[in-house]
């Protein structure tokens, strides 16, 4: 008889513990995505231009725009990489590594290259007007950009350097286990001492272009929060952080903003980088323990609506761009102060985006991808 190849690691499903539905991830991840919608209408009107379209403010209301977009900044897409993190291992164990690899390019690629060649275009349009001496391909290849996709870029990178670790990194391993405060304060000083060091080099407002990653700084937080959302799935931390550390994790995010921005902006050099990255590290981890304690507590369940929230969740943050882009210009007749005008932009087009991003899951075929 002809012998059957050997299953290997990368290739062969792990039985894994059944676990309980976090509804409180689902319910984050719709929070979230409505924090990434509001946070580009807070660009759109505010004092930092980093947006298809933009009215920068002419009063002082835009500061508070800024104010919105800076405590964005310090957590959500660190939040978003440890909760994508989290469902990593669970979708390797049931696919094995070759299926959940080729599911990430699926999932995560298509998307990516429909946005490319098909949304980009559309979202700078506006953009090609100042450019028109060049053709549109030029154009089109010069400001070569991902956009809000540069997440899924990164998120293609770290899957595949995870599936590299479980070829080659032994068998994972269940260990249920609450996390010691110990832990947490090390790892938040860590990361501020690693964020830090990595500004150096790499300073803030660094853009690299072609890959587009608009936030590069950030790095550490990104890739150390994915890793902890690896180490959280197999040690239940969700489930098991307490009532107390939430309440002591929003607590700390409110006194470290009240202590640490104001002296970032006293200081200077390096040590205004430290200071910066402190605040971003303690803020980004303690606000992330709060919420995730203050959801699972509150919020662990979900009615129809919550299930068509979530399921919209991916795809509209592939789609918001075009929502906001056209929500933008039609708004742009209309007179008001900066927080008045991204109030209403954020109230247009929140219930617009997941009303899209419902049809667009309606074609044939894009729920095997979305």
Known sequence: MKAEPRATPASTPTPTLTRPRLFAIDNLRIVLTALVVAHHVALTYGNM??????????????????ILVTFNQAFFMGFFFLISGFFTPGSYDRKGGRAFLRDRLVRLGIPLMVFLLLLRPLVTLGTYGAYKHLPYWQFYLGSWDPGPMWFVEVLLVFAALYVLWRRFGGPAQERPSAPKARWIVLFALGLSVATTLWRIPVPVDTYVPVLGLPTPYFLPQYAS?????????????????????????????????????PLSGMTTGLVATAVTATWESTFAVSIIIGLVVLFRERYNHQGPRGRF??????????????????VGYALSGLHAIAIVKFAVAAAVSLPLCWGLAYLVRSLPGAKRVL
């Open 309 to 326: 929230l979530s399921d919209q969740a991916f795809t509209v943050y592939i789609i918001h761009p075009l929502v906001l882009v056209a």
């Open 225 to 261: 929060m994915f890793v902890l959302g690896l180490i959280a799935f197999r040690r239940g931390w969700f489930q098991a952080l307490s009532r107390r550390a939430g309440r002591i994790g929003l607590l700390v995010a409110a006194l470290s903003s009240a202590v640490l921005l």
């Open 49 to 66: 231009p980093l947006w298809y379209y933009n009215e920068p403010a002419r009063d002082g209301s835009g500061v508070v725009l800024d």
